[in-house]
């Protein structure tokens, strides 16, 4: 196997790629056997594998040390380099539509590429190009700006990540103060990211209505590939959200309340659930990759586990330090078939669940990385994703004493009330993602009063006071980078709990079942659409009210509320 320092990066020949695009393309064309278009096919599909693969590697190089201005850069060249591959990719696979043996290559290989590049067809043109350059530039100007946040707290200059401890503090004052903190480094940002998330918003309008949509929403909804549900099995889920799980967490926040023993629940409290409190590792975090491989070799019964692998060739980032960018992620290089996990730990709870989450994409991605020829089935769309990451959140309870110690039943408890904290907060994302795109000239006052509203539908529990003014006029919603970076993603998260939710109910009763639902979903990979993914993997819709409700009394079973 690589070692990850000796993958080398290398830029595109962008000349070269589209040369031998447009001869394939005109190859696949005129191809009258089964031989000569699979020949065509996989020449071309490790044409775009070794594209994906060096765009991957750029992402992570950066996100590594996001001083180095070399790859800064390369991400610039990227902005234009990968609109300019999207469309020649959809012109090729618009040609697989309409080869002389596409019903013969249909029967062979299924369907869903032929989905795709029907998708494709939709959502990319020449005619567009210019706008997915500028919006590509938008999202990375977005993310450099928030990978190069220094907070000034307690006498130190803190990025994002390393402030997130302070945030939930058992010292109240201490939290209100970062929040404060958060709250003016935003509110210093307000007018560069409202310019900036307003031009995103123009030019992405723009791009819908070059290719005939009205407006972004179907357009992103393509985008999402969403083949199998609509906007409004998106609006019916997000009520039945509403009806079903937000009584539950304003229950929780009154018992939250109760437990710290604060005649008011501040907004500045919400992330501190345990007065004492909330659980955090007791493995440091040079332990990480120690424990998470052990985990990994119980869960599975491999020895040693894929997460050991990964680690021992260093395809593993996991603690956060200055001029490393936020969040976290599983990458996966295709080339190679092996994915990069990368996050932030900071010695919170989260740490644990965002290992454990990226571990189950990187599981998924290996398991399923030889399902098909066609690199755009390795994996699915993204709910079915989050499925594989979340739904490892949960598997993963029996064995959290690994991580927690005597402290493991708590982690359990915090993190099954941040799932249900979570599903109204993705909803109001999607909504005022809808709100925004239905109506694409608001200006941003107006879009910050529209995340007030929905604060108050989704998150009637929250109070502000004069300390906190950013978030108090409705600007919490900047603090989300899908929101700028992927429209109309986050609502997969949600869609996926309510998946994950499932298999963790069944493991109470069944864990080798559960798992083994899991299972097949991981090496189902992305040969078929979400619905049938799940329904194939003995997973029901989530769009089904009747599931949500279950879920919901099963969760709060498990609460004890």
């Known amino acids: ?68 201005d070399f790859y800064t850069d390369e991400l610039e060249f990227f902005d234009e380099a990968s609109a300019n591959a999207s469309e020649l990719a959809a012109a090729m696979l618009s040609s697989l539509l309409n080869c002389p043996c596409a019903d013969i290559l249909k029967e062979k290989y299924g369907d869903m590429i032929f989905k ?48 997130a401890p302070h945030l939930e503090s058992l010292d109240r004052n201490v939290r209100k103060e970062a929040h404060k903190a958060l709250d003016a480094y935003y509110a210093g940002k307000r007018e560069t990211f409202d310019k ?11 791009a819908a209505q070059k290719l005939g949509y009205e407006n972004f929403v179907e357009l992103g909804y393509k985008r999402m590939e969403r083949y199998d549900y609509t906007r409004e099995d998106v609006a019916k889920f997000r009520e039945d959200i509403l009806k079903y799980i937000v ?42 990759e120690r424990v998470v491989g052990n985990f990994f070799e119980k869960i599975f019964e491999v020895d040693p586990s894929f997460f050991d692998i990964l680690s021992e060739n260093g395809f593993t980032d996991l603690l956060s330090r200055p001029n490393k960018a936020t969040g976290g992620y599983c990458m996966y290089l295709e080339d190679y078939a092996i994915p990069f996990i990368f996050m932030n730990g900071n010695g919170t709870a989260d740490d644990v669940a965002t290992i454990v989450h990226e ?13 098909s020829p066609f690199v755009e089935c390795l994996s ?29 039943d708590q982690y359990r408890q915090l993190h099954m009330t941040q799932a249900l904290l979570f599903l109204p907060y993705g909803c109001m994302v999607d909504e005022f993602q809808h709100i925004v795109y239905d109506s694409p000239d608001m200006k ?22 004069e300390d906190h003014p950013f978030h108090a006029m409705g600007g919490a919603w900047m603090k989300k980078d899908h929101i700028f970076t992927t429209p109309f993603y986050y609502i997969d998260y949600c869609l996926a709990h309510i998946c994950a939710l499932q298999l963790w109910d069944e493991s109470l ?53």
């Open 1 to 68: 196997m690589h070692h990850f320092r000796d993958i080398k990066y290398k830029r595109p020949d962008m000349e070269e790629f589209t040369s031998s695009v447009r001869d394939l393309r005109l190859k696949l064309m005129t191809a009258t056997d089964e031989e000569t278009a699979t020949s065509v096919i996989l020449q071309y599909e490790k044409l775009v594998s070794d594209f994906d693969t060096q765009y991957a590697l750029c992402n992570i190089l950066h996100d590594l040390d996001t001083s180095d």
């Open 509 to 561: 009763e069944d864990p080798a079942s559960a798992l083994s639902k899991y299972n097949s979903l991981c090496e189902a990979g992305g040969v078929d659409t979400f619905l049938n993914l799940i329904s194939a993997a003995g997973i029901k819709s989530p769009f089904d009210t009747d599931v949500i409700k279950k879920i919901a009394y099963s969760c709060c079973k498990f609460l004890e509320l």
């Open 116 to 163: 795709k590049a029907v998708n494709q067809k939709e959502t990319i043109s020449k005619e567009i190009i210019d706008e997915l350059i500028k919006e590509s530039s938008l999202e990375n100007d977005y993310s450099q700006i928030q990978s190069e946040a220094s907070i000034e707290f307690g006498g130190e200059n803190l990025n994002l990540s390393l402030l």
């Open 359 to 371: 571990g189950g994409h990187a599981y998924a991605a290996i398991k399923s990385a030889e399902v």
């Open 247 to 288: 009584p539950i967490t304003v229950e929780i926040r009154n018992l939250q309340k109760e437990r710290l023993g604060v005649d008011e629940l501040m907004f500045y409290d919400l992330p501190a659930l345990f007065k004492k409190g909330n659980p955090v590792p007791i493995v440091p975090g040079e332990g990480y």
């Open 444 to 465: 941003p006052e107006e879009r910050h009063a529209a995340w007030k509203a929905l604060e108050e539908k989704y998150q009637p529990f929250i109070k502000y006071d």
């Open 380 to 408: 699915p769309t993204l709910e079915t994703c989050e499925i594989h990451s979340t739904s490892m959140e949960f598997l993963s309870y029996p064995y959290m004493d690994m991580f927690y110690g005597d402290k493991a």
């Open 196 to 206: 900036i998330y307003d031009d995103m918003v123009k030019v992405r309008t723009e």
